[in-house]
């Protein structure tokens, strides 16, 4: 039982290591693409790509809301969850679009 307690708490490290690899990857290629936005564009462009990534962040916030971790934690009356979740999930996508649009 020490072996698997312990092999668990290893593939534990490593993956909670990968996610801070992947993290941190994501947020240096999001800044280099930043800084390589600002060098090509004008200002006045960069200023408008600001505002069309703090409108897409709010749309991602509102529907990315979690229904696909409700999905996945009831696994055992998924039947059940199905159509309430497609409902609010085609609703929150609703939102998004107008939110963008």
Do not use: E
């Not at 941190?24 to 936005?37: D, E, I, K, P, S």
């Not at 897409?56 to 529907?63: H, K």
């Amino acid at each position: 039982m020490t072996s698997s307690k312990t092999s668990l708490a290893t593939s534990t490290f490593k993956g909670v290591l990968w996610l801070l690899a992947q993290s941190a990857g994501t947020r240096v290629v999001g800044l280099l693409t930043q800084l390589a936005l600002a060098k090509v564009l004008l200002p006045s462009q960069f200023g408008v790509i600001g505002l069309v990534y703090t409108l897409t962040g709010i749309s991602a916030a509102i529907v990315n809301f979690g229904v696909d971790g409700v999905m996945l934690q009831r696994h055992r009356t998924h039947p059940l969850w199905v159509l309430p979740a497609f409902i609010v999930s085609l609703g929150l996508g609703g939102v998004g679009f107008l939110v963008v649009a």
